[in-house]
């Protein structure tokens, strides 16, 4: 493998896989980014005993690196949100037709499946601008039963 983080997302995980395909399986691992992780030769006790340092020392260095990058982007994000910067996909628009479907919803002519389906949206977008049309808490349909 290239590197040694490719076997998990953190320390555990990346020690785990490790020991289950060296040892359990018995297949040789070999990182092409340290040559000293390299189970095809070595299998002397100093051999093991470096291989195991050094895979507990990268597997931690892999894991702090992913925290330091989560932690530098949650501080960007949260610099963006200050400086009033939108983050994601912008909305969409209400297609002109939305408010006549939107009636016959809300006058129980039509489910809400079907009024998504006349709009070209998906059922939970539907649902998302009728809850914020105006009428706060309207999320169903004013008779009991069909969404």
């Known amino acids: 493998m290239k590197s040694i983080?490719?076997?998990g997302r953190n320390y555990d995980e990346?020690?785990?896989q490790w020991?289950?395909?060296t040892k359990e399986k018995r297949a040789a691992i070999v990182v092409l980014d340290m040559p000293l992780l390299d189970t095809r030769q070595g299998h002397d006790l100093?051999?093991?005993?470096?291989?195991d340092i050094v895979l507990q020392l990268l597997s931690y260095v892999a894991q702090?690196?992913?925290e330091f990058i989560r932690q530098r982007q949650?501080?960007?994000i949260a610099a963006a949100k200050e400086k009033g910067v939108h983050l994601g996909r912008p909305?969409?628009?209400l297609p002109p037709e939305y408010s006549e479907v939107y009636d016959a919803w809300?006058?129980?002519k039509l489910s809400a499946r079907a009024a998504a389906r006349d709009l070209g949206i998906s059922h939970q977008t539907f649902l998302k601008w009728a809850k914020n049309n105006g009428r706060e808490g309207i999320l169903l349909r004013p008779q009991a039963g069909i969404i």
């Open 46 to 51: 100093t051999g093991t005993l470096i291989a």
């Open 5 to 7: 983080d490719r076997l």
């Open 19 to 21: 020991r289950i395909i």
């Open 74 to 76: 949650a501080e960007g």
């Open 14 to 16: 990346i020690l785990e």
């Open 91 to 93: 909305p969409m628009e």
């Open 106 to 108: 809300s006058m129980g």
């Open 64 to 66: 702090t690196e992913r």
